[in-house]
């Protein structure tokens, strides 16, 4: 089964997105801070995670530096409500795979999901 972690401060948005995703046969997680992600990842395996841009603290920007420094290969996919052409370019300098803005369409979401974790099948 693969893995999704979303990491948003939005509490709503994460209960709904990982009830979401569960009931589509993702084992789904979530948290609600840059910190937490970390420390999700050190204690098990994601293969994807949906990423909010817009976080108190240490934001979406620096969850993908941090990986990239730390050279975790999992996929990310950005999910912001504040969707630009500047920060789907930054977002995709900084390794993310794909860009989807919120109010999120699930259908949407469900494809690049998948496309985005085949590619990584294809590797
Ligand atoms: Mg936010």
Redesign the pocket.
Known sequence: MESILVV???INLCIVLTEELTEIGYNANYVQSADSAFDFLEDNDVDLILL?L??PNKDGFWVLNQLKEKGLKVKVIVLT?YADVKSAIDSAKLGASDFISKPYDLDELIITIRKVLQKEHEN
């Open positions: 948003d401060d939005d909010d817009k976080m409500a």
